[in-house]
């Protein structure tokens, strides 16, 4: 996990950065939600002819969530029959009041709200949710909302409940009475809340929706699933430096060293103690049942003088390869996740000519000394992501603030020292007949970079510029460097800001897997005059994640798709995925709402073999230190004692069941 990338391009060019409101003060709104993999046996009395018992379903289901805090009503103008006629799907709208400028004190729902209000959970009632699809249906809604004041003297706001105590009662069909719409006739009802207070409910017409006064239809609970194919791997990602502590040895414990640069000077002197911890953790590894786990080998330990190996640290790292693999648990191995030996950047770090080869030594002693039958490998994590930090912003080591071109050397080098290391793995396979291709693969080694994808959205969808500059952010921040290994050329353009082409043959083609990084998305907002570049979180939620960050799951599935639609041959990995969460409010949500997502995806046809969840305990979260709770795990920071959050236990039921059981 790492600091907000994208944004510092535009901060550290002295161009203005800010986080805008993005709420949209629409009111009411209308969101159309597609429920499917509902068990036929509960929905045999529907028919496209006949949808009250389907509106009258929805509204149980619906009633006790939404009742708490908001005001609700649904209607249902779809229902779909499975081919085989064993399932069956029905789309509901509602309509509800969101927070704006004129009622930013009631307690009422938002979006994400009531998409976590949904029954379909683990511990929820019935049936399963197979998508929610927001905002992809004609507007307006076939049924509005509407508050209309009674009283000249009061404003608005008076017409909204300041306690959850004084809440609007949810309307549903009970509270109406028997009124037919096929006729066109609009119909409208008052309810009297208050001597001054009333609202006014319309109804627009629908060609088969009634309205009915009859009671809900209720169901008895049965179970439904979103099941994984039989062969996905479900994972937890981790990196050395971050979990082992006690190591003096790399750029990030001098970095550590300089006043202001970790939140609140913190230091990762013994971290989350991984390094003593070894065999409880892979203890707490099997006991989650994940069939692969993504580690990192801290460099800096292995070899902490050029050409000096460390014997201590070569046993240590393989004393934990072998006891993955007696646990079966296929290790991925990370060869750098943001870390270089102190004499690495003495020599200038990633600017220095050497590395490439110097790296490339340092993966085949790894490869040899200690993971010689491990597959899959991750030779950079997030290259670009660090590389802006590290020379534009000047936020993580070596800390320069610096024109955006800046990165053209370093980054060129990262790409050389991957190049190398993909050639010479792959040469091994030719002379050791042992490295045979597994099921599915041409080659034993499966080489590649995991990749930070974010989602860039425009602030407004209908200006022309805004939509140019997201998709120029999307270009560059997502594909120039997967762009650059499929061509071998590295193209980075950015309007105003830079123009980076450089040709780098070797590089082409050096991907046996894409691996894709991915936990938020950003809003652009562009003005020419004065020139004005605005990101910030996209999210009109209440729910952001402890960093601020906005959770937008649809944003991986859109990314997957894309992925796959430019290297459609190469089986994607989801490498890291997750979310600061110190109370574990969302953790569980998160999860399941990107899996959902995932599932699609992989339902569409891309070809996602593995899923790797960041982390499985808190650690040291670079620049933020120990303030970011990521972890499955919470680590207590006074003994170093792993304690599982609520999340932990749902993500290993997940893993037990190979997807999401729904109850």
């Not at 014997?311 to 943001?338: D, V």
Request: with cysteine.
């Amino acid at each position: 996990m790492r600091f907000p990338s994208f944004p510092l391009i535009f901060c550290s060019l002295g161009l203005l950065w800010s986080l805008p409101s993005l709420a949209d003060p629409i009111l009411p709104r209308s969101i159309p939600l597609t429920f499917s993999h509902i068990p036929l046996s509960q929905f045999r009395a529907f028919r496209d002819s006949d949808l009250s018992n389907a509106q009258n379903y929805c509204v149980a289901q619906f009633r006790q969530t939404i009742g708490r805090e908001g005001i609700a009503l649904w209607s249902v103008h779809a229902f779909d029959l499975a081919k085989d006629q064993t399932e069956a799907s029905f789309r509901c709208e509602i309509t509800y009041f969101d927070s704006n400028a004129a009622l930013q004190s009631s307690p009422l729902w938002t979006l994400e709200n009531l998409l976590d209000s949904l029954p379909f959970d683990p511990k929820g009632p019935d049936g399963a949710i197979l998508m929610t699809e927001v905002n992809r249906l004609p507007h307006p809604p076939y049924i509005q909302i509407s508050l209309k004041n009674q009283n000249p003297e009061s404003s608005l706001d008076s017409l909204v409940p300041q306690t959850s105590s004084h809440s609007l009662k949810v309307l549903t069909t009970q509270d109406l009475p028997k009124v037919s719409l096929e006729d066109g006739r609009d119909g409208s009802f008052e309810f009297k809340l208050s001597p001054s207070q009333h609202l006014r409910v319309q109804l627009k017409p629908h060609p088969t929706l009634e309205i009915s006064s009859s009671p809900p239809v209720s169901f008895k609970s049965t179970h439904s699933r979103l099941k994984f194919p039989a062969e996905f791997k479900w994972s937890i990602a981790t990196s050395a430096y971050q979990i082992e502590g006690r190591n003096s040895k790399s750029d990030w414990s001098d970095f550590e060293k300089m006043p202001g640069r970790i939140f609140k000077n913190q230091k990762n002197t013994l971290g989350a103690d991984h390094w003593n911890q070894l065999e409880k953790d892979i203890s707490l590894l099997k006991e989650m049942g994940v069939r692969q786990y993504r580690m990192s080998i801290e460099w800096s330990r292995i070899e902490p003088e050029p050409g000096k190996w460390d014997e201590e640290a070569t046993r240590h790292y393989r004393q934990e390869i072998e006891l993955l693999q007696k646990n079966q648990i296929e290790p991925i191995i990370t060869l750098w996740h943001s870390t270089l030996p102190h004499w690495v950047v003495q020599k200038e770090g990633w600017r220095w000519e050497g590395i490439p080869k110097a790296f490339e030594t340092f993966a085949r002693y790894t490869q040899e000394k200690i993971a010689p039958n491990v597959q899959t490998w991750v030779t950079l994590n997030e290259p670009l992501l660090y590389l802006v930090g590290a020379y534009v912003a000047g936020v993580v080591p070596p800390a320069e603030k610096g024109p955006f071109d800046q990165i053209g050397i370093p980054l060129t080098q990262m790409l050389r020292a991957h190049a190398l290391v993909y050639h010479s793995f792959h040469a091994l396979e030719k002379t050791n007949p042992e490295l045979k291709a597994g099921e599915g693969t041409k080659n034993f080694f499966q080489i590649g970079i995991a990749h930070r994808l974010d989602a860039f959205t425009p602030y407004d969808p209908n200006s022309p510029l805004d939509r140019w500059m997201a998709k120029q952010a999307q270009q560059t921040y997502n594909w120039a460097i997967p762009q650059a290994l499929q061509t071998g050329t590295l193209k980075i353009s950015i309007p105003f800001i830079s123009n980076l082409e450089i040709e780098l043959p070797e590089i082409e083609g050096t991907q046996d897997y894409f691996g894709l990084n991915y936990y938020t998305r950003y809003s652009i907002h562009t003005s020419l005059f004065p020139l004005d570049i605005k990101t910030g979180a996209a999210s009109t939620s209440q729910e952001v994640t402890d960093m601020g960050w906005d959770m937008y799951p649809e944003g991986l599935y859109l990314l997957l798709k894309e992925a796959h639609r430019r290297y459609p041959k190469l089986p994607i990995w989801i490498t890291e995925n997750g979310i600061a969460d110190s109370l574990d409010r969302f953790r569980s949500r998160y999860l399941r709402r990107h899996l959902v997502y995932l599932y699609r995806a992989i339902q569409e046809g891309v070809p996602v073999r593995g899923y790797s969840y960041w982390s499985l305990y808190d650690n040291f979260e670079w620049d933020q230190g120990f303030s970011i709770r990521v972890g499955l795990f919470e680590t207590d920071y006074k003994n170093r004692e792993r304690k599982p959050r609520g999340s932990a236990h749902y993500y290993k039921e997940i893993i037990r069941n190979n997807g999401i059981v729904f109850q």
